[in-house]
């Protein structure tokens, strides 16, 4: 379990491999995810898995949803379907938490903020596939809840890389800060 006086938390948000698909690098988006999840570890900062997830026949998706399509063909992120799970390079250890979503933020239908407040977290240290998914919708919802943010650039990635810098030049700034891997493991040995 993790430290109970801790202040932040790094999350690992959609990191399956069905994501990894979309990914136009994902060794080098691997790597430094693998590098911040060890610095974190190191630091003793709790490493919290988020991934996207639902029972079979998808009982929690309506139709209506325009998600619903594209997750529903071929059983996507069921239990049974292997590309819903976490991406072997950075497989989680049995002391990290993992939690399930529903939608696009990592707070929808999940437990994620009563395991934060048992955490004590005060700020989120932020990666995840897509930017312009996963990362918007939590970091919007996490600035809601009062979180400081941290958001790794380069342990973030979209399909669309236009995309993906104007999230991180133009909207992630209003509510988090934004830098590199090696910068932010960079104030854990500082």
């Not at 911040?36 to 003793?44: H, K, P, Y």
Request: hydrophobic share 45%; net charge negative.
């Amino acid at each position: 379990m993790a430290t109970i006086n801790s202040k932040k938390v790094l999350l690992v948000m959609d990191i399956q491999r069905e994501m990894m698909k979309h990914v136009s690098d994902p060794a080098t988006l691997l790597g430094n995810i693998s590098a911040a999840i060890a610095g974190a570890r190191a630091a003793d900062i709790p490493v919290v898995y988020v991934v996207l997830g639902f029972r079979a026949g998808y009982p929690e998706m309506s139709m209506a949803n325009k998600m619903a399509g594209l997750t529903q063909s071929g059983g996507m992120f069921t239990p049974q379907h292997v590309d819903a799970a976490i991406h072997e390079a950075v497989t989680p250890q049995p002391s990290d938490v993992i939690v399930t979503k529903k939608r696009y933020s990592a707070f929808a239908g999940s437990d994620l903020e009563m395991v934060l407040r048992a955490m004590r977290a005060e700020e989120l240290i932020i990666t995840g596939i897509s930017t312009s998914g996963v990362v918007l919708s939590t970091v919007r919802e996490a600035g809601d809840k009062d979180f400081a943010q941290i958001v790794l650039s380069d342990g973030c990635a979209d399909g669309d890389e236009e995309v993906h810098q104007i999230l991180l030049t133009k909207i992630l700034p209003k509510q988090a800060n934004i830098v590199t891997t090696k910068e932010w493991l960079s104030t854990l040995t500082a």
